[in-house]
């Protein structure tokens, strides 16, 4: 299976799936006939090799020590500690649902987790993303029948919106309510670059139930698969199993990107937030 590896300083490696299999993995392993990216596959590779480097990068200003407590999340470093989370990553992307702690856990009501939900689908920063994604799929001509023109555009756009809108309610309010699971990703804070990283990617697999327990993250992966059936209403050119199979794992995909950029965007904010003077002096102590 073709691979690239992202190393850093600290001889952490991450083999991650290469560009040709994440947006074609039928091609990548027999060799056959090639076809269109699926809508937001560049985006997604990019974003990857982003969200990874960012992890690694950090790996030499984050402690090196583990937290003593056996439990995996990090305390927070004040009470209303959640009430300065920034609302945006990157200033775009909605960042509503990350809390910076598990400390003094407190469940979401069903009321509570659909206003996560529509905060997510209803920020401004949704519909600039829908443009991005609903951009790229009409520059690479990834639905034909939406054709080109402002009118094409209009239907990429509705498209790559539908799609974000619908998932973040399955994923975040539906199956979260029905299930009892808790979709908030909760920071660790601490520890070294690359258990923070791994942690980061392992909360697509995993989530805490609403009494607190750790469980396998049903609302994520059945969220997400429900999201990319009713996409087949909309999506004429791609409703294969091929197509939802692909659509599926770029959406958990983009997902994991997301955690990972929850985990490290407070330190990007601390370092890109220094005054260049802060800078100097703090790279003549070492």
Known sequence: MPTAEIESDMNFRIDIPSYELLTNPG????????????????????????????????????PQIEPPQAYPHA??????????????????????KTSPSFEHYEPLTTREKFKLASEDSLDPGTFALAAVFGGIGQATDANKSFGQGFAGFGKYFGA????????????????????????????????????????????????????????????EWLGNSTAVAISNAYYPDHRSAGSSISKLGMQIGLDAVGNVLKEFWPDLQRK??????DRLAAGSTH
């Open 160 to 219: 790559s919106y539908g799609d974000l809108l619908i998932g973040n309610y399955m994923a975040e309010a539906v199956f979260p309510s029905i299930l009892h699971q808790d979709s908030r990703y909760f920071r660790r804070g601490t520890g070294s670059g690359h258990s923070r990283f791994v942690y980061a990617i392992s909360q697509i697999v995993l989530t805490h139930s609403d009494s607190g327990g750790t469980q396998f993250n049903y609302s």
């Open 272 to 277: 890109f937030s220094k005054k260049p003077s």
């Open 75 to 96: 305390q927070s470093e004040s009470n209303d500690a959640s009430e300065h989370e920034s609302r945006h990553i990157l200033g775009v992307i909605p960042n509503y």
């Open 27 to 62: 091609h990548a392993l027999s060799r056959g006939k090639s076809t269109n990216l699926p809508n937001s596959g560049r985006m997604f590779y990019i974003a990857l090799i982003a969200a990874g480097l960012a992890g690694t990068a950090l790996c030499q200003e984050t």
